[in-house]
Every structure is written in C-alpha cells, then in structure tokens.
C-alpha cells in the first residue's frame, strides 16, 4: 500500500525566513505528487503538483519542490515566509492504476512568526 | 462562481440520526471524491463516482452511501450516525484523464452529539 510521510507534524519560522517542509513517499512506479494548503476552517487549494519532466516545481505563492527519485522524496521550499503562509500544509501522492485516490501525509503546521 | 460546493456547512444531529450532505461542481469533471478529515487532520478517501460508477469504495461503513443523479452531483447519506463519525467532510471532483488535479470544496463540518 501507498504512503506518504511528512517528517514534521509542526514547523515555526519567523517571518522573511526560508522554510522547508519534508515529504516522502513510497511508490516505486508511476510517481504523481501534489501539494495541497489548507488555511483555517477553509478547503485545500493546490500549490503545486509533480507529474513528469523538471524535477524542479514551482507552484503559486513562491512555493517550489524538487521531486528527489533516489530518495523518495518530494519538498517543499519557499525562500521567505510571510504571516499569510500560516497554514496546514498536505503532501500528497496520486495512484494512477485506474483508481486516481490521493493518499494524504499526516500534514504539517506551519506557523509563521512575526 | 464557486468551482466546487457543498452544502451545509455545519451540520450538528444526534446520534442515530439519518443526514445527508450535497455536492456540486460546475467544472465540467467527470470523477467526484469524498474524503474525510478527521479531528487530527488526517485525510482519507472514502468514495470516488466516475460517469455515474463507483470506482473506489475504502472500508468505510456501509452506513455511508454516495449517490450521484449525475455527473455534476455526488451526495453523501449516511445512515445511524455514531460519536465517531464526527470530522470535516470534502468533496472534490477532477477530470480523471488530464491534469491529476483534484479541486476540493469548502468542507462540511459534521458534530455528532
């Protein structure tokens, strides 16, 4: 069975400071990864997503990962944080057999510091 | 226009009570999700309709029922609520075949007292 891990379940950072979230996931075939924000008592919006080609991904609000094959891992990055970046932050791994179902990491909650 | 809707927002009942939960999206997608969030954020899938068939059904209790009257609607009844069926519920829908992306509602919060 899939799965995908977020390694910190609590990230604070002041403000203007680089972040990075960890997310590994544990599929060995086709790989489609996303990222998912969820702001306070709100739904999830897409930040990015790795389907194929650059490992590089860069999403909206200056966020970026790098997809990492040899180690299974998909980061998150922003450069500087600011206090709207608070959030609930979802790391997410889509089986493509026919299914399409997102397994979710556990999240992590970023907590951005003035 | 709201991509994704759901309705209602909140939804507090008594155990043992039947309610229901509606779902819209106005994107012209062809597969509808529901997921469940529960008090610890953790989320997991528990049904996904594409063209009218249900293509994933997790352990979920059969208490639960998604019924879709089309391609732009996925409800969710559940049936005898229990303590623990208390949690977030989104719906999401995607176009299976394109870009991956599934677009989420704003979320339903379901209180079971």
């Known amino acids: 069975a899939q799965s995908v891990t977020q390694l910190d379940s609590q990230v604070p950072v002041f403000e203007e400071a680089p972040v990075e979230l960890r997310c590994n996931y544990s599929?060995?075939?086709?790989?489609?990864l996303f990222w998912y924000v969820q702001y306070p008592n709100q739904g999830l919006q897409l930040l990015l997503k790795y389907l194929s080609g650059s490992t590089l991904v860069k999403g909206i609000n200056g966020f970026e990962a790098e997809f990492n094959k040899s180690q299974t891992s998909f980061h998150l990055r922003k450069p500087s944080v600011h206090i709207s970046d608070t959030a609930e932050y979802f790391c997410?791994?889509?089986?493509?057999?026919?299914?399409?179902?997102?397994?979710f990491g556990k999240g992590t909650k970023l907590s951005v510091i003035p | 226009d709201t991509a994704v809707s759901q309705t209602p927002k909140y939804l507090v009942t008594q155990m043992g009570n039947d309610k229901s939960i509606k779902c819209e999206q106005n994107?012209?997608?062809?597969?509808m999700y529901w997921y469940k969030q529960d008090s610890k954020k953790f989320l997991k899938i528990m049904f996904s309709?594409?063209?009218?068939?249900?293509?994933i059904n997790e352990t979920v209790p059969n208490r639960f029922s998604p019924k879709s009257p089309d391609k732009a609607h996925l409800n969710l009844h559940i049936n005898s609520l229990e303590l623990g069926d208390s949690a977030v519920y989104f719906c999401a829908s995607s176009h299976a075949l394109v870009n991956y992306e599934q677009f989420f509602g704003p979320g339903t919060r379901l209180t079971v007292l």
């Open positions: 309709y594409n063209n009218k068939e249900l293509i």
């Open positions: 599929s060995s075939v086709s790989v489609y």
């Open positions: 994107l012209g997608h062809d597969t």
């Open positions: 997410a791994e889509l089986s493509g057999a026919g299914s399409y179902q997102l397994t």
